[in-house]
Structure formats: C-alpha cells, structure tokens
C-alpha cells in the first residue's frame, strides 16, 4: 500500500495539529456547562469526513448528545467495516493534580513515550484513538486503496453510559448494516509487545445515598449517641469483601465463568513486570483476590470498587458535625457470564439488608454493561493480527482486557455484528486520570496499520 503509506509520511504534521485541535474542544459529555463544546466536537469529526473523502457526513441529533454517522461505499462485492468511536471525554477533574491545562495539548518526551506523548484529556480516550480511523480513510482515499466499504458511528455519549446510542442502532439498522465493527478504545500490552483485545468486562455502576438524623449535627452535643451516617456507610462497604478479597454479596459468582487451567497458563505467557507495574503507579505492593496473579485479577476477575465517597464538612479547617448524609458511587466489573441487571439487584438486595435501622438507605442504579468475549479465528481477527504483525514486526498477543465497552454487547445483539478490539494505547497513558497521554509513536502506528487491516479483511472475507 505504497500510495498510502506515502499519503501518511507526506502528511504526519497536519495529522498530528489536526488531533491538536480536536483535543482543544473540551467536549465534556457529563458536565451539562460543556453542551455546545461536545456539539463543536461532533462538528469538527463531521468536517473531517467530508474533507477525507466520505460519500456522507451527518450529525444525528439524539436525546442527548449528537452521534456522528459518515460512510464511503466503493462497490457491493467487497466487505463493509463499521468504524465506532467516541468524541466525548471524561471531566478533566481533579485540576491541581494536571501538569499542563487538560484542554491545551502539549508533547513531552517520557521514558515509555521517547518520541514524544500528548498530553491532554482524551489523547488516548478516545480522540487520539478515534482520530486514526478518519486519517487511515483520507490516506487510503488519497492513494486509491481503500479495500472495503467503511461506515463511521462516533458517539458523543460513551463516557456517561451511551444511552441514546441503542435508540439509534435500532432506529438504523440497515443504514449501519456491516460485516465487522472496528474499534481502537483499547491498548496494547507495550509498544514492542502488540496485541489485540480478545475479551472486556461488563459493569454495573451505583450510586449510594445514606441518611441518619433530619440535618447535621454537632458532634460534642450528639456524637456516640446517634448514627452517623458517614462511618455507618464506611462500614457497609466494608462488608462487602472478606480477607481474601472476596465479594460478599450472596450470589454474586453464581454465574462467573471460570476459566481452564490451559487457558489461565495461555495468559500468563504475556510479557508482564510485576515490579514495573508496581513502580509506573507508584505502589510497594498489590493486592487483590486470593489465588488470582495480578493480570488474572485485572482482566477475568469481577471486582468491586468505590470510584467516590463524601459527606459532612470537607473545606478548610475543622467544623465539627455528624452529617446528615454520606454518599458513595460504587462500580462492579464483571466477567462472562454476569449480567449487569441481575448484579445490580444482587447488590441492592444485599445492601439494603445490611443496613442498620438507624438509617435509610438509598441505592441508585446508573449505567451497564454486559461482558464479552471475540473470537480469534475470524477473518477480521486474523486480518487484524496480520496486520500487527507487519507494521509492529512481531505476532499480537490475543489478551483479555479489564475495561468495559458497553457498545460491544449492542454491536451483536442489534445489529448482529462481531467486533474487533484493535487499539494502540498503553495501561500507562492515564486514561481517566489526571496527566492523561498518548504516545505520538502510537497514534501514527495505528494510522499506518488500519488500512493494513482493511487490505487484509478484504482478500480473507
């Protein structure tokens, strides 16, 4: 694909600006302030198409936030790639703990990213990602090598949930009809280690609300005679695993899928540096449930975690009160074959039951997500992996990962469509974090491998 590998080295300084700029939109899908920046986002990825070269380029408008839908189909005898994405970002939050503004990209040269990474929120989640997919389809276009009919849904609601985007699968099934989805929201195990992500977790996500007396109270007049709310909720959570950090809600691994001996032995070939791990999030030790390695418990393992509690006083200096209400939001990964709306009652249940009758609790539910798992005989895998292997130098390694892509699931039961989890990012880019990144080494080596996946689906289909 000379033609097109040309288009890219003539051309890496406007991909890279181009990317530069999108970061600069803080499209902020939870924060209702940042409505109009999410729509200028969806603007910008529908421009973007057009100029590439797409036969379509529309913005959708939904309940929420707008899906971008852009396609170029070049003949009815070849194969059709479904390109999903997102455009909206997670809030930049906590500010203070960013080493550059989260919405004025910088590169920087790191110890994993020598080239150079961007820093910015989104660079790797998954504007950096998503960005790859249109300038691989303006350089196939412009070296007259695109071997497949290509379609874009890029969503600007991913980050809280995608809730209008099953609304819009269902509405536009024909128009979105295709033989494989392709998404880069994942990583590779290291940038001389390829892989492709085989298997995701699914998620169900609360939130915890739990009330004691009618208003705050002080501490000296009422403390030890009264609940208070915040240590009551600090010792339900507790609870809720054993000392081998184990989940201790009735029923919860009913339904896990435990796997082999072999397939566990298949995993643990992957390079993997304990203490390389340790030192990149700065801790001394891990932990985890008894009998699980440290890959194990972060990919085929369900979880539970608290993402955030508060009550009571937390400004400057000391007001001493026992709250009225503390709260918590609590999310559970899960593995094949949990269903996210039977753990979430599971968890309710649960909860409910071990709450003291000195207290009310409340539990919400918000997004979720079921688990899944790709196969890696299917043409798209195998054109994926052939791909890899040519632009990187060395066979992927299939890997299962420890995040959720809710979209995954919907992709198959909607449109009846399988998936390929082809990302370029790294566990270390701090997605969601502060200081989030992604390496330019690996923006343009997506770029230079997706139009290698499509040559490749084309000749296997």
Known sequence: MSGTQDFINQNKDRFLEELLDLLRIPSVSADSRHKADVKRAAEFIQTKLT??????????????????????????????????????????DPLDLWDSPPFEPVIKKTDIHPEGAIFARGSCDDKGQMYMHVKAFEAMMAGGELACNIKFIIEGEEEVGSDNLEIFLEEHKEMLANDIVLVSDTGI??????????????????????????????????????????????????????????????????????????ERAAMARAPFSLEAYKKSIGLSDVEGEEGYSTMERASIRPTLDVNGIWGGYTGEGAKTVIASKAYAKISMRLVPHQDPDKITELFQNHFESIAPPSVKVKVTPHHGALPAVTPTDSPAYLAAAKAMKETFGKEPVPFR?????????????????????????LDSDAIHSPNEHYGVFNYFKGIETIPLFYKYFAEMK
């Open 51 to 92: 100029e590439a070269g797409a036969d379509r380029a529309e913005i959708y408008e939904t309940k929420g936030h707008p899906i971008v839908y852009g396609e170029k189909i070049v003949g009815s005898n070849v194969p059709t790639v479904l390109v999903y994405g997102h455009y909206d970002v997670q809030p930049p």
């Open 189 to 262: 195990i290291a940038n001389d280690v390829p892989s492709i992500t085989v298997g995701l977790r699914g998620l169900s996500y609360l939130e915890i609300e739990v009330t004691g007396p009618n208003r705050d109270l002080h501490s000296g007049l009422y403390g030890g005679a009264v609940p208070n709310p915040i240590n009551v909720l600090s010792e339900m959570i507790a609870s809720l695993k054993d000392e081998k950090k184990r989940i201790n809600i009735p029923g919860f691994y009913n339904d896990v899928l435990e796997l082999t001996a072999e």
């Open 401 to 425: 990962g420890g995040g959720s892509i809710p979209i995954v699931a919907l992709f198959e039961q909607i449109l009846d469509s399988k998936t390929v989890l082809m990302g370029f990012g």
